[in-house]
């Protein structure tokens, strides 16, 4: 992509990037050598839910060329401070150069090692996945024939609950990984795998059992029957009004008699 097709910026030692739907199939007809007519919405919307865990294996790589292969990590805690300590030979390293470091260090969250930082990765994936996926879920439901609200409410909240469940089941994944091994990428690696496991299993559930359709459903229903004991109703009186009012005009009948006095 181009610089004009991508906006990116840094805050709190994380990136982010802003894309249109065109520039997103576009990159996608680009590497997998299909033409855009080839891709839709749905297309787009599956392909920008591995963007993040594919930048997530990026930085898996970057944790294993800083420590090695199999960089060792050790997570100890003194005076209510947890501490990561790094083995090997720091003078091989090009960033993470100390032995130890505050968990809660920018150098230690930038490259994922330890629970703090494996989480925070998690996070800002989950918050990406939803930027990307969201907009692409109302283009979607835009673009269909029909356009209700419990539809548009139904998928979204779907597609957060979906997010927040995977991105959840990852984080206990890289504990429990973290918890039995002292690699340094183990926790993240674990995370991202697990994470698109459990994405695939929910949205296979999701199909399955309909549940995005029924919650679509039972908005759009309990709307519909808000909107007939409130606005409905209202309208019906006003309706009735001008009945009666029609009927006293076209008979000579004192007009507003029984309703106004």
Known sequence: MNQQEVLSFTANQSEAYIFSLESLLKEASEKLGKSLEDFDTGTAKTLGGFYSPAQDLLLATKIMSELGINGQIVTKRVNNKTYIILKGNPGLRQVLRGTRYLASNPKIIKFAIG???VNRTIAKGGIVTLLVTIPLSVVDIILQDSVTVGKVVGTISTDIAKVLVS???????????????TLAAGPLIAAIFVGIAASVALESLDQKYGITDKLIKAIDDELNSLYNKTIGEFVRGIRQVEAVLEYQIRNGLPVGRGIFY
């Open 167 to 181: 991105a959840g089941i990852g984080s206990l994944a890289a504990m429990a990984v973290g918890a039995v091994t």
């Open 115 to 117: 629970t703090q930082g």
